[in-house]
């Protein structure tokens, strides 16, 4: 049902852009000499003025002509991407990039029917416009730990296998010609090797849009993708190097010479351009403190200059965007504010989005279009030594590399190498900014490439996936890391640096060591705000868990089930070593009076929570200069005689306040952000309300307080007066701790922790401004 | 001279056997081995104290004494050795060697085993056989001590999380008022089976002679 209507809205747009376009001709050129007809008369003539009736309404289509029609395609892009995902059957075995190309195709003849000229996609839009976003995207979520331990191999698939490739393909096309003779007998040597090294390049976006759906293991997929971008360089400097001297014939040594010096600088000085980009945008990110908003619009306006400095010196601005995105994504996480961070995200994730969309479906339009010249023998014999070429590239590169590996690659790892080696559109638009005058054969060549990319992308692209599941292939785990595992993780760092160091050489372990020491102890200070700089990276892992963990909790509502993410009931106490029962400073209640307890708490919870969700879960501060803090306080007062008990039930670990004005506490907020709300320290003399998210009771606690003492239900237990649960005066809280420092250690470590999650409003001696979190 | 040459070189080959390693790599460990102790015979702790980049590691005394805890030389003894021979050292060594390339799973299921049993010796200081969450809360203490703004308190809340997580993986449902003792060597395992020991707990033993090179120093 509903994919009709879908399907009807969609034909509509698309029969609205034909009509639209050829009415547009007409039209346009129609008012535009109404109007200098107006004009004219006016100008002429003041006397007699021709009185035309006044124009209640008018079409005119030239005036928003090309924005109009940027802004069409996009929304006919994503609504095909939308309806692609409203047919689950096709979306699992066809990719997404095919069904695109298709429906380009499909437009593209449509257009053709009509009698217009389908758009091409100029390689102008697509290397200015449409391609940054993806690279971005793929560069700033890059997973740097596989991606560096694996560097050497991805290194020398994407240089040596470029080459390798490039030179193959090129040399042998060059011999089918000459052995053909009439018709390719133009295609001199290095024409043939420009179109090889054109063709030879790995794309980023087919290798992304195709793994993205099989969910390979994350080696491989580094591995792949990792070449994908690396091998830009590469690229840029065949290129550029086999256009310039094809004109002139020729090529000797000194030539080879500067090409590789040219591919040196081109490689080093994109990533020299885009980490310093990225170094710029993480400084400016330790001052935006004060404003939030336009957080993101630094990250991304920083990191496309870096692409547009990097491509105006004809440096690789691949490789400039991954550095640029590498090198800023910890110093700026670390100072930008929670919501910006998911703004990043997400707006990284549309553009690559809709780009990645609107890159198939021009693909697949121009395909329609484009001047086409079709040789059997040439494209027969393209695609062939394609892929002959990667399969001896990587094999042979692959052996070599397992010589120094400690990870072997399999023979199962390299047809997937091999396999994923996917052709896109950067090849097209590299042969469609070849000068026709130059290269008379580059029509042959366009439909070659586009015959390439079709076949790697619908042959390759669809049977990847039943190939990886029959393979068996390893693929992604799912599961999220633990804390144990991040443990021991930073724990084999350090063991194998020693080892390293007892051994006496300087490993791969060893130089991590040391550029992780430099990083923390020179870097952060300078591009991290405030006192983020000197968080270790277990403790922001951790916080991070916790945060997840909470935010999980509060989302899911509560109701009588505690969420999944801690199904056992073990509890502190089972791990707690045990104290003898004298150290109990509790009298002894009855089993049944503590179920009691425990029941007329739970269900109060429950009742509470319910409430809880009518409230908008944005502002769960309470401003203390309220009426009813007074009341407030009387109330907790009662509430501390509940701790006790309600410790008992907090199946959850709370940490350890982080340093006050750490922006990990506040990014566990729950609340929006209207105003810079510092953090105080605890010894200050305004009273926070610390809520302790991580405990199944939290969210309610000012409800908890009004629920309980109206139903006057509290049982008398004994004033451990510990910090409970919901709010407490910083100074007494102090006092009290240092009173029974040895009775409480053990028992109740997490009742004195709490995380911070709602502060008081902003107090008349708000003196540190710079704090670097506005919640 | 040709007698201790080639008595050297015969219990070099036994070494080799023993612990994998091939004659080359067992040289060049062994200029290691007489450059760290000053041509003494046996390593004793000051020895390594004395490399000066393995001072600023924060597990610098857990690795110390890893070399000199009999369990991971293959004794079923417990306690500590004073100093070792180039024997031990060797051994000890032999955790980190990288599998050969094609064995099969149950070869490299047991090389897991060995190196995790090494993580777990590491922890477990006092040989009972658990990782209590003492020596866990130690560990984790150990790991942050680089960084002198993290209070203990830090470093007991996460290893107590740690302890929750592995007790509710492992065990599962607990009564209130039953007691966790510790980790166990396959609680251990299963909690770290994701990591992939057998691949990452590994270094380079390079064949050249790396102590002329003026390394590690």
Known sequence: MELKMFILVVVLLVGSLMPLRGASSSLGTGTTHDNHGLQNHQNSSDTTPSKK?????????????????????????????????????????????????????????????????PPVLESNIFFLYLLPPIILDAGYFLPIRPFTENLGTILMFAVVGTLWNAFFVGGLLYGVCQLEGHRLGNV??????????????????????VFEEIHINELLHILVFGESLLNDAVTVVLYHLFEEYTSVGTINVTDVFLGIVCFLVVSLGGIVVGAIYGILAA?????????????????????YMAYLSAELFHLSGIMALIACGAVMRPYVEANISHKSHTTIKYFLKMWSSVSDTLIFIFLGVSTVAGPHEWNWIFVVSTVIFCLVARVLGVVGLTFMINKFRIVKLTSKDQFIIAYGGLRGAIAFSLVYLLNEVHFPMRNMFLTAIITVIFFTVFVQGMTI?????????????????????????????????????????YGHHHWKDKLNRFNKKYVKKCLIAGERSKEPQLIAFYHKMEMKQAIELVESGGGSKLPSAMPSTISMQN????????????????????????????????????????????????????????????????????????????????????????????????????????????????PTIKVDLASPQSPESV?????????????????????????????????????????????????RFMRCLSDPGPAAEEEDEDEPFLP | ?????????????????????????????????????????TLRREHLENISNLAINPIRRQIIEAFFDKRNLGENEKGCLQEISFEEFVTVLSFFRPPKPRIPDEEM?????????????????????????????????????????????????????????????????????????????????????????????????????????????
């Open chain 1, 575 to 686: 791990i707690q070593p045990k104290k003898p029962p004298q150290d109990r400073a509790l009298p002894q209640l009855s089993k049944a009076r503590e179920e009691e307890i425990r029941k007329i708490l739970r269900t109060n919870l429950q009742r509470t929570r319910q409430r809880l969700r009518s409230y908008n879960r944005h502002t769960l501060v309470v401003d203390p200069y309220e009426d009813g803090w007074n009341e407030i306080l009387i109330k907790k007062k009662k509430m501390m005689e509940l701790e006790k008990k309600i410790s008992q039930m907090n199946n959850y670990l709370t940490v350890p306040a982080p340093p006050p004005d750490s922006p990990t506490i506040a990014r566990a907020r729950l609340a929006s952000d209207p105003q810079a709300w510092g953090m105080k320290s605890v010894t200050e003399s305004i």
């Open chain 1, 188 to 209: 001199d040597l290095l024409s043939s090797l420009l179109f090889g090294s054109i063709i030879s390049a790995v794309d980023p976006v087919a290798v992304l849009a």
């Open chain 1, 703 to 751: 409800n908890v307080v009004d629920e309980l003492s109206k139903k006057g239900s509290q049982p008398k237990v004994s004033d451990e007066e510990e910090d409970g649960l919901t709010m407490k005066v910083p100074s007494p809280v102090k006092q009290r701790k240092d009173k029974k420092p040895d009775e409480e250690d053990d028992k109740e470590p997490q009742q």
């Open chain 1, 283 to 303: 400084f400016t990110s330790r001052f935006t403190s004060h404003l939030r908003v336009i957080e993101p619009l630094f990250v991304f306006v920083y990191s």
């Open chain 2, 1 to 41: 001279m040709g007698a201790s040459q080639s008595g050297r070189v015969h219990k070099f080959q036994e070494l080799a056997d023993k612990t994998g390693f091939s004659i080359e790599q067992i040289k060049n460990l062994h200029s290691r081995f007489t450059y760290l102790t000053q041509d003494e015979d």
């Open chain 1, 53 to 117: 009736p006044f124009p209640v309404l008018s079409f005119d289509y030239d005036h928003v002509r090309t924005p109009f029609e940027i802004s069409l395609w996009v929304l006919l892009a994503s609504l095909m991407k939308l309806g692609f995902h409203l047919i689950p059957s096709m979306s699992s075995i066809v990719p997404e990039s095919c069904l695109l190309i298709v429906v380009g195709l499909l437009i593209g003849g449509l257009m053709k029917l009509v009698g217009e000229n």
């Open chain 2, 109 to 217: 299921k047991n090389i897991r085993k060995e190196k995790l049993r090494f993580l777990f010796n590491m922890h477990d200081t006092d040989n009972d056989g658990v990782i209590t969450l003492d020596e866990y809360r130690r560990v984790v203490e150990e790991l942050l001590s680089s960084y002198e703004t993290i209070g203990a308190e830090t470093a007991k809340a996460i290893s107590d999380g740690a302890m929750l997580e592995v007790a509710s993986v492992t065990v599962g449902q607990m009564g209130p008022d039953e007691f966790y003792e510790g980790i166990t060597f396959e609680q251990f395992m299963q909690i770290l089976q994701n990591l992939e020991i057998e691949t990452k707990m590994n270094i380079h033993f390079w064949n050249l002679d790396t102590t002329t090179m003026k390394c590690g120093k």
């Open chain 1, 465 to 505: 996936r039943p190939l990886v599941d029959l393979l068996a292939v390893k693929k992604k785990q799912e599961t999220k890391r633990s804390i144990n595992e991040e443990i021991h993780t930073q724990f084999l760092d350090h063991l194998l640096t020693g080892i390293e160091d007892i051994c006496g050489h």
